[in-house]
């Protein structure tokens, strides 16, 4: 008998800003899941972000939030106590590279001792989208560069 139990996925990240690459694993992902979770978190080597947290969840909305299936929020603390609250038992993660596979593995592994429950899922980016990191977009955004070429759709209109 199939359970009733939901299947929620936390997608964690700074998201600064979302890029085509993240709205590809989010798409990708949804036939996965029952619901996932787009939630901000904090990277304390990251304190500073170049978008506040107001425009990221602004940009999130925008490009998620006409997905029944997704949810987008903030949180601060740890990834797996973010989890416990919203009910996730997956933690989503992109990998683009062999350098993403070896921070991810780290991160992984933390977060498998922290809460062995919780499993963390990760997609190979699609071809094409390896490339895009938002280090590189807000570099080509400070120096009034375009940058809608790495960004959903959906946030063309901002970004004219
Ligand atoms: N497509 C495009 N870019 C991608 C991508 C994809 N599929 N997957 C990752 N990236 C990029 C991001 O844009 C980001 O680029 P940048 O560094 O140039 O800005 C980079 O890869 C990785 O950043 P991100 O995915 O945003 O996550 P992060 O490594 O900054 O981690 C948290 C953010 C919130 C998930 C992490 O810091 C965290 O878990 N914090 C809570 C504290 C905690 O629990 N610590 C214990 C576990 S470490």
Request: aromatic share 10%.
């Amino acid at each position: 008998m199939a359970s009733a139990v939901q299947r929620i996925a936390l997608y964690p990240g700074t998201f600064d800003p979302v890029t085509l690459g993240h709205e590809a694993i989010v798409k990708r992902a949804l036939p996965l899941f029952d619901r996932i979770v787009v939630a901000i978190g904090y990277n304390a080597k990251k304190p500073d972000s170049y978008f506040s947290l107001e425009q990221r969840l602004d940009m999130l909305q925008r490009v998620f939030g006409a997905l029944p299936q997704v949810e987008v929020r903030h949180y601060s603390g740890l990834t797996t106590d973010f989890c416990h609250q919203v009910g996730a038992r997956f933690i989503l993660r992109g990998l683009r590279s062999s350098a993403d596979f070896s921070y991810e593995r780290n991160i992984a592994q933390a977060n498998n001792t922290l809460a062995p429950e919780i499993e963390t899922v990760f997609i190979i980016s699609s071809p094409g989208l390896s490339n895009i990191n938002s280090s590189i977009v807000r570099d080509i955004h400070r120096n009034g560069g375009p940058i809608s070429a790495f960004l959903p759709e959906a946030l063309h209109a901002l970004f004219k």
